[in-house]
């Protein structure tokens, strides 16, 4: 029935939550309205809340993958939030350990996780975070 | 393929994000979970986001108005974010005016005004505010 998964802002942060079985298609929507949403509002961090879903397979492996570079290269860090223990153990038995994904329990601890990754980034890089900035604001 | 819709803490808020086509049975565990949740974590407002919804029949109507009724009464308010356009039509043409019910344009909006909301009513009734956090205390 749903054709886009929402993506909720949250002050600097983007939300969403996955709840639906993801085809190509929805797949592919979700990565170009995600970085389409992050460049719009300047987003520094997203949280993707998987709490719904029982199974992850490859396909979803992959698809997280994807969006944590692409928002990666988008100066954006990616938190995984509200993994069920099943989810985690199929993970590893199928070789993906989603490396390079953060996670944690549940949205509030990831949101202060975020909040924490992007205020270090800030102190250790207050030069780029200003280059980056800048170079937003000429693209307006 | 979802059997529960995930509720988030954020705070002392509750957000829901619906995506999927709601049956009988998934409303029932919806409204029973989050009632749950509301009084868990002794959360002030829920905020219940739709923007994935194309269409709402009457059913969602009846359905948002039930949990508003009973998060009232467990002293929580309900503001549901993200309309479509498409959507606050149709709710007039069905003559489901959602009676109760506030709304906001986005999830920040909504949460601003929950705020706002909850902060009023501590103004308005110290004692009921106070005296409700030393039940909920003594029911631990």
Redesign the interface.
Known sequence: ??????I????NFL?L?I???MHDQLALDLQEDLTAQIVKHRSRGVLI?I??L?IVDSFIGRMLSHIAQVSRILDAKVIVV?MQPAVAITLVELGLSLEGIATAL???KG?RRLEKMVDDDMILEPESGEARDISVEAGD
């Open positions: 029935m749903v054709e886009r998964i929402p909720l802002k949250m002050g939300l939550s709840q639906v079985d809340d709490s719904a029982e509200g549940n949205v509030e949101m």
